[in-house]
């Protein structure tokens, strides 16, 4: 039994939630999403509450319930409050500038590395060393953050990279260690 699946997922203030065939459609202050779920799960609402129930008790539907159940809830928080994950280059001469909606990295390349930002997502300069990336959608918010990351992963001898915010490299001696 899905024990996340399960639970009963409260509709915030502001926020309306319509289920139409295997749709379900919420909108909010920030935005609008939809999401369409697989057959094997019912999506009922219920006096100001969101609940997902299986049709037919199997283990795959056990674990589509939970999925579903998860990914409704990042809808709700995400038209309501939205996500935003941060970034920071760690390393001499790794910075990060915001032109429109293009991201320019130089991260110790022979040249600048440029990222066109998605539709529905913005990048927000706090200092030119860190970034932040909002948007409504948790999924595209924490993709496009890795993709980013990805452009020069922290390394595990000086910590040099570009890192998520909060995160701990995990560093290695080096040959001096021997």
Sequence with gaps: MSRIGERKLV??????VDV???????????GELS????????????????ITKQKKVTKEANMIQGTTNSLIK??????????????EAV???????VQGKKIIINAGFSHPVEIDVPEG??????SNTEITIK???????????????KVRSPEPYKGKGIRYKGEIVRRKEGKKAA
């Design 35 to 50: 999401l369409s779920f697989n057959n094997l799960v019912d999506v009922v609402i219920e006096d100001n509450t969101v």
């Design 11 to 16: 509709i915030p203030e502001g926020v309306t």
């Design 74 to 87: 990042s809808m709700l928080d995400g038209v309501s409050k939205g996500f935003e994950k941060g970034l």
């Design 20 to 30: 139409n065939g295997n749709v379900l459609t919420v909108k909010g202050s920030k």
């Design 135 to 149: 948007g409504i959608d948790k999924q595209k918010v924490s993709e496009f953050a890795a993709n980013i990351r």
């Design 121 to 126: 997502l913005s990048a927000e300069l706090i």
């Design 91 to 97: 390393g001499v001469g790794y910075r990060f500038n």
